[in-house]
C-alpha cells in the first residue's frame, strides 16, 4: 500500500497546505509522512470529478489495475474521513 497526498491547487499556496498539515490536535510533526503530489492543473480532481469539492478532505483507494475501490469526499472542512477499519477493510479486499 502507498499513500500519497495530492495538494489540487497553485504552487504558490502549497507551503500553507504543508504548514497546517503539520499541525494536528495532539502534536506537530516536523514533515508530512507520505509523498506529495502538486495538482495544479487540478487533473485529479477531473479524473475523480471532485471539482465542486474541492476543499473537502477526499480519500480515494485505487488499485494496482486503477480501480478506484474507495471513494470518500468529506462532508465539510472536519475530520470527516472513512473510518481506518472501513480503509483496512478495503485494502484487505483489493489484495485478493
Known amino acids: 500500500t502507498e499513500v500519497l497526498v495530492v495538494y489540487p491547487g497553485s ?47 477526499s480519500t480515494f483507494i485505487i488499485d494496482k489495475q486503477g480501480n478506484v475501490r474507495l471513494a470518500y469526499v468529506g462532508a465539510d472542512m472536519s475530520a470527516d474521513r472513512p473510518s481506518i477499519n472501513s480503509i483496512l477493510s478495503v485494502l484487505k479486499s483489493s489484495e485478493q
Open 11 to 57: 504552487r504558490d499556496h502549497l507551503d500553507e497546505f504543508v504548514q497546517a498539515a503539520k499541525k494536528t490536535e495532539k502534536a506537530e510533526v516536523d514533515q508530512i509522512p507520505f509523498p506529495l503530489l502538486l495538482d495544479e492543473e487540478l487533473s485529479a480532481v477531473g479524473y475523480f470529478n471532485i471539482a465542486s469539492n474541492l476543499a473537502h478532505p
